[in-house]
């Protein structure tokens, strides 16, 4: 390392810590450290920033705009330090002054703002498009409060606050200048003027400030920097002083209360009529505030709003930022005063719609009473573009009640999505099949070759390069130099290394210094002590019936009735990891949890397994968790029902780190299965098309394996607890066929464990899937976005 500039990052960090807390390095708090090195770190990516914004001035090139209500963006430091190419020369030079820069990590609070791939893949993509120089702003809400810290209390979730922002946040940038007014509430009137335009104006409404702050997004290499706006709102006065002084107090408090609540929390619990609102308000929101910069923004370039779409591309990821197609054309017609029809042209040529999901229940839509009364202008314009888009279905012979936008007192966003946006992808092959012939056929009939699919990815830098930095570093001797890290299709010439036994042994080394640390960890926060020798089996996601975490508690229930009475040992020991959130209103998966816990307690209280076998629930998992679990994998679960799970995103990151995987057909497991070949991976299950046919009943199922028989019944008999609804639940509903797809689960786990004994075999087929997971970069998903959708 460059011993001058050691010396100038120490420099740096030891000016921060005087100027800014009169303290020695010596002397300085966790913190206090922690906020010297980040400052110092923020110089070097606030001159890429600045010079990245004169470029975009400059030059007013296409420009995306990501709208996202969740981010799981990860701490910042340790990003932006592998992006500017000095991690290691910061690791140098607080080495110098003795301390460690992991320990500095860790003081940084991580921003929970979002509740599971969505947000981390929404992250990933602002991470590709820095890194591809494609200039972008991923916007977002500042939420106060992020998704929840979870605890365990008797094994029970208990959501705690997630203060992220408790000690602020460095790396933010508050854009005052920027900040807009967003309308809520009201009553709208109309007059023709003296040219015969109809002008609407909303009275009385409830106002909400908005406020910008940016976070740079420095791009690997630290050539290009984009930002993440997040927007906070406020009241634009403590109190509505116009009506206070007319009496009118309900109206003064009611917009003091909505400023404070809507970037309050992440996702409030909406099986209420007060958490729909607050639900509808924040989307509309973020969305309202940034069209409306956008406009602004556009407009001081000296350009002209019909041209938005040759400067301007807008992507709703998932239906949660939809209603941003009515707000546009709001802002065109009743502030532009552009006719409907031109309008609706920009708003069609502006807007793409990426879908996540293809369960209907997970499509948003809206009482048509809440959107009236919150949105009441809103409300008027989605009763326009139904009208007009009715008139288009029925011109067609196209279905108006499965593809009308309002229908059944209900406002539905993703035919919202549908009727406006020239592109709809799915985010995996299998999805967007599914998509085609199942959730959106109509529509695909009504006008072919609208859907296409861009399969998802995940970044090298965050899930490689940062979170197994063993394996990078040998992936650098191999390959000559890092250029694999922005061209992860070299990957591939890993596979020339795959019968090289020294190769094959240092992987398999890596691999147990990861497991070493994540044991360390988790000893720490749960007491529990694992055997790094031990196969790591792990599933982590957020806990969703579909995702079947259900099914595989079952499973290793079944080892350890196995274990305990049939003395059946597992050929070497196994550790069972699980990692997953429940949403605060989602008793089943709250349920399942406790379950999951129960099952930990028993199976490794009992002095019979020896040590044999390990269940440990990760509490609180995050994306810094991530960093520690995935490395550490051997196995990676990804064993939702076929058919139900989008793409996913972990899959891609435990491939990437050399994890085999056991999963069904589902997702891009299916891309995952035909790039490994089946030798490669563990596949079990029904396929997507077999899942609606006749399956035989849990009575059935349960007499034909004793086995499973003896895992089911004990969750009634107390032997875990009483989990009696848990397994009533497998009994007489099993919507996602766990005791179906449970014979097929054991067996591949028994070929994998029997698989695992040849580890040099085992190594070998690591390495394949590190070397095949290119494909799976974010970089290439990006590129796809770009060339396909946004032509930018």
């Known amino acids: 390392m460059e011993k001058d500039l050691t010396a100038a990052i120490r420099d740096s960090i030891t000016e921060n810590l005087t100027r800014s807390f009169g303290r020695s390095f010596a002397e300085a708090t966790p913190f206090q450290k922690y906020s010297a090195v980040a400052m110092s770190v923020r110089d070097r990516v606030m001159e890429r920033y600045q010079a990245s914004g004169a470029a975009v001035e400059a030059g007013r090139p296409k420009t995306v705009w990501y709208l996202s209500l969740e981010y799981l963006t990860g701490k910042f430091l340790g990003r932006n330090l592998v992006a500017l190419g000095l991690y290691d020369a910061y690791a140098e030079a ?18 929970g703002l979002g509740n599971g791939g969505l947000g981390r893949l929404a992250a990933c993509y602002a991470d590709s498009m820095a890194a591809l120089a494609l200039p972008a702003v991923s916007c977002g809400i500042r939420y106060d409060l992020g998704l929840f810290r979870q605890r365990f209390v008797d094994g029970e979730q208990v959501e705690l606050p997630d203060d992220w922002l408790a000690d602020g946040c460095l790396w933010e940038i508050p ?81 003091r209360d909505l400023a404070e609540t809507i970037s309050r929390v992440l996702y409030p619990n909406d099986s209420h009529n007060q958490g729909k609102s607050l639900r509808l308000s924040q989307q509309y929101f973020f969305t309202s505030a940034t069209l409306q910069y956008l406009l602004k923004r556009h407009k001081a370039m000296g350009l002209s709003v019909r041209d938005l779409p040759d400067y301007a591309a807008v992507q709703i990821n998932d239906t949660h930022p939809a209603i941003a197609i009515a707000e546009l054309m709001r802002l065109l017609v009743d502030g532009e005063r552009i006719p409907w029809e031109d309008a609706w ?55 108006a009640e499965r593809l009308a936008v309002i229908h059944g007192g209900s406002v539905r966003m993703a035919n919202l999505c549908l009727a406006c946006c020239h592109t709809v992808n799915g985010v995996s092959e ?15 009939r009504f006008r072919p070759g609208r859907i296409v699919a861009v399969t998802n990815g ?37 596979e020339r290394f795959a019968g090289d036994p020294a190769v094959r042994e240092r992987l398999a080394q890596i691999k147990r210094r990861n497991k070493e640390r994540l044991f360390a960890r988790l000893a720490r926060e749960t007491g529990i002590l694992a055997d790094p020798d031990s196969v790591v089996d792990v599933q982590v996601k957020r806990l969703h019936e579909y995702k079947r975490q259900l099914m595989n508690v079952l499973r290793i229930l079944a080892m350890y009735f196995e274990l305990v009475e049939e003395g059946r040992e597992p050929a070497r020991p196994v550790t069972f990891v699980f990692g997953a959130k429940a949403s605060p209103g989602y008793d089943r998966a709250k349920q399942i949890i406790a379950l999951i816990n129960a099952a930990a307690r028993t199976i490794n209280g009992d002095p019979r397994t020896r040590g044999l076998l390990r269940v440990i629930f990760a509490e609180n998992y995050n994306a810094t968790s991530a960093g520690f679990v995935i490395p550490a994998a051997d196995l990676s679960e990804q064993i939702s029902l076929a058919g139900k799970e989008a793409s996913g995103t972990g899959n891609m990151k435990f491939m990437m780190n050399g994890a085999l995987t056991i999963g069904t057909l589902d997702g891009a497991n299916v891309e995952m299965a035909r790039l490994l070949g089946p030798e490669n991976l563990y596949l079990f299950g029904l396929r997507a098309d077999e899942v609606a046919a006749h399956h035989p009943t849990a009575a059935e199922l349960c007499a034909a394996d004793r086995r499973l028989d003896r895992a089911v019944k004990s969750l009634g008999d107390g032997t875990l607890g009483n989990f009696t609804p848990l397994m009533n639940y497998l009994i007489f509903e099993d ?21 695992y004994e040849d580890r040099t075999d085992w190594s070998r087929r690591s390495l394949i899937n590190v070397a095949r997971s290119g494909f799976f970069s974010s970089d290439r998903s990006v590129a796809e976005y770009r060339d396909r959708i946004w032509h930018a």
């Open 175 to 255: 854009c005052p200048e920027d900040r807009v007014e967003v309308l809520f509430h009201g009553r709208v009137t109309s007059h023709t003027d003296e040219t015969g335009w109809v002008c609407y104006e909303l009275e009385e409404p409830t106002r909400v400030v908005a406020t910008p702050y940016d976070i740079p997004v420095c791009g690997y290499g630290g050539g290009w920097c984009n930002r993440l706006r997040l927007w906070s709102a406020s009241s634009p006065s403590p109190a509505d002083l116009d009506a206070l002084s007319t009496g009118n107090y309900v109206r003064a408090v009611a917009q």
């Open 735 to 755: 919507p996602y066929l766990c005791l179906t797809d449970f014979a097929g689960y054991r067996a591949a786990t028994a070929r994998a464990l029997a698989d």
């Open 94 to 111: 607080l080495a110098g002054l003795g301390e460690d820069l992991a320990r500095i990590e860790e003081t940084e609070a991580e921003p």
């Open 345 to 399: 042209d920009v708003c069609r040529r502006v807007f793409a719609y990426t879908n996540h999901t293809i369960m209907w229940e997970a499509l948003e839509s809206w009482p048509c009473y809440l959107m009236e009364n919150l949105l009441p202008r809103i409300y008027m314009i989605l009763c326009e573009i139904d009208r007009r888009y009715r008139g288009e279905l029925a011109a067609a012979g196209a279905p």
């Open 458 to 494: 995940v970044t090298p830098r965050r899930w490689l390069i940062q979170a197994d930095p063993g394996l990078a570093a040998l992936i650098d001797e191999l390959l000559g130099d890092r250029g694999w890290a922005s061209d992860l299709g070299r990957l591939s010439e890993l």
């Open 430 to 444: 299998l999805h967007t099949e599914i998509l085609k012939t199942g959730l959106f056929a109509d529509f695909e």
